[in-house]
């Protein structure tokens, strides 16, 4: 048997309660009241308690059905994200990336994001282009993208194409629009050197710039096809010396004074 529609089931619960209603209490009513001006007034008050009492069901049958429609829209949420992270580990397999590199970033990312601030459906944001900070890699070819040694100036300009690239992929999909701030702009520097788009300081969406943060940390702390790992001490150096230059100094700040608690969230596979 074909299931009812949600606005079908509510509206007809509604009809048949409420006519459940008027009849016996007009019955009631009739049977109790006898005098003409007494039963107006009883008739007045029975619409009110008529008012609030479909009120107060309608408020809970809605509610019931909104409940229901957002653990149907968090469902697909999960359902997306776990394709997406297969995409993703795909792409991390195809770069040469060290294991759990993705995964990494975005649990690091996220601890970043909470410590400065946000919230709700901006960490939404953090985690998904986190995830997908370097989608437009997709259109690379391999030749640039496993390259051991240094690309040339041809190739550098190919492989800076791939933020804008990233961009407009995410930007197709509606519920990744808000996500594509880290993909288009985590190459973007602090003093305003970085590209697609040179932005400098604050005008580098606040998403990309603790993305960024995350991401020269993990860059330099684990093997990549053109580079050893390096020590520890000359990662934390590294990005001392990098605030406000290539990274936002007061993120740069943030991810030491919790490092230790941040590192573990990026370790904890």
């Not at 007809?12 to 005098?35: E, N």
């Amino acid at each position: 048997m074909k299931r009812l529609s949600p606005q079908l089931r509510t509206a007809g619960t509604y009809v048949l309660v409420s006519a459940i209603y008027i009849w016996f209490s007009g019955h009631l009513l009739g049977a109790l009241v006898h005098d003409p001006r007494r039963i107006v007034f009883y008739q007045i008050l029975k619409g009110w308690l008529f008012v609030l009492g479909t009120g107060l069901l309608l408020y809970w049958m809605i509610g019931r059905t909104v409940h229901r429609l957002a653990e149907a829209n968090h469902r697909l949420l999960d359902s997306h994200e776990q394709a997406l992270r297969v995409l993703v580990e795909a792409m991390d397999i195809r770069h040469k990336e060290t294991s759990d590199h993705s995964e990494r970033v975005v649990r690091m990312a996220l601890g970043l994001a909470c410590r400065a601030g946000l919230n709700d459906e901006a960490l939404r944001d953090v985690k998904f282009g986190a995830l997908l900070h370097d989608i437009g890699k997709l259109a690379l070819p391999d030749a640039i993208l496993i390259k051991p040694g240094k690309l040339d100036e041809d190739e550098t300009r190919l492989m800076r194409t791939h933020p804008h690239m990233g961009y407009d992929m995410l930007q197709r999909i509606d519920f990744l629009r808000g996500a594509s701030a880290i993909p288009y702009s985590h190459h973007e520097r602090w003093d305003g050197t970085g590209y697609p788009q040179g932005l400098k300081g604050e005008e580098i969406p606040l998403a990309a710039r603790i993305f960024s943060v995350v991401d020269v940390w993990d860059a330099l702390s684990f093997p990549r096809v053109y580079k050893p790992a390096w020590p520890e001490p000359d990662v934390l150096h590294y990005l001392r010396d990098a605030a406000g230059g290539q990274l936002d100094p007061y993120l740069v700040q943030l991810f030491l004074d919790n490092y230790a608690e941040l590192k573990a969230l990026a370790l904890n596979s």
